[in-house]
């Protein structure tokens, strides 16, 4: 038996035994149908899943980003991004989180990132940690480039930072644009 007669059996016998359901409960049996498929239609737009080791997430609730919204250190992003290094230079959405924003100073010591708050060299503002440090080689054993700029953060940029050591980030493209951010990614998982 093929997987459509299977689907068309399941579907006649169902169908047999809500025929003898009360009026009442077919009403509800139907509007919990919908509200099943309503929401389902709802799922893809408004949740990502991201498989890769480059953030700690996994699962995140993502709200559409419009021009004004604050964006702030430690939120996470969704980004249309493309790089040669990855997948041939195939636009591919990213979710990372944001290292550093506009007015904060970005410290690069020697491919070592931080981020502090201006006139405070003494407390990061990213929960007092280093941001990450740049590595020379890829895992396929390409020479990455190493992002140079250590000052103030211009406006309308960001830096963005995966939570992994081999994340693909600023470290090495450097800047980008918040104008770019497509989603605010809140993590569930």
């Given at each position: 038996?093929?997987y459509?007669?299977?689907?068309?059996?399941w579907?006649?016998?169902s169908?047999?035994?809500?025929?003898?359901?009360?009026r009442?409960?077919?009403?509800?049996?139907?509007?919990?149908l919908a509200?099943?498929?309503a929401g389902?239609?709802?799922?893809?737009?408004?949740?990502?899943?991201?498989?890769?080791p480059s953030?700690n997430h996994?699962i995140?609730?993502?709200?559409?980003?419009?021009?004004?919204?604050?964006?702030?250190?430690?939120?996470?992003v969704?980004?249309?991004?493309?790089?040669?290094l990855?997948?041939?230079?195939?636009?591919?959405?990213?979710?990372?989180?944001?290292g550093?924003?506009?007015?904060?100073?970005?410290l690069?010591n020697?491919?070592?990132?931080s981020c502090y708050?201006?006139?405070d060299?003494?407390?990061?503002s990213?929960?007092?940690?280093?941001?990450?440090k740049a590595?020379?080689f890829s895992?396929?054993g390409e020479?990455?480039?190493?992002f140079?700029?250590?000052?103030?953060v211009?406006?309308?940029?960001?830096?963005?930072?995966?939570?992994?050591?081999?994340?693909y980030?600023s470290?090495y493209?450097g800047?980008?644009?918040v104008?770019?951010?497509?989603?605010?990614?809140?993590p569930?998982?």
């Open positions: 038996m093929n459509i007669e299977k689907i068309k059996n579907w006649l016998s169908r047999e035994q809500i025929a003898t359901w009360s009442k409960k077919r009403i509800v049996f139907i509007f919990l509200l099943v498929i389902g239609a709802l799922i893809p737009s408004r949740f990502a899943v991201t498989l890769s953030v996994r995140f609730f993502i709200a559409k980003y419009t021009a004004g919204d604050t964006v702030k250190s430690g939120d996470y969704m980004i249309l991004f493309s790089s040669p990855i997948e041939n230079g195939k636009p591919q959405k990213v979710i990372k989180r944001v550093c924003v506009p007015g904060e100073v970005l690069n020697d491919g070592e990132f708050l201006p006139g060299d003494e407390k990061p990213c929960d007092g940690t280093l941001l990450g590595k020379e895992l396929k020479r990455l480039p190493v140079s700029h250590s000052g103030v211009p406006e309308g940029k960001m830096f963005l930072i995966g939570s992994h050591k081999d994340s980030d470290r493209f800047f980008v644009n104008k770019d951010i497509l989603y605010v990614a809140h569930i998982i």
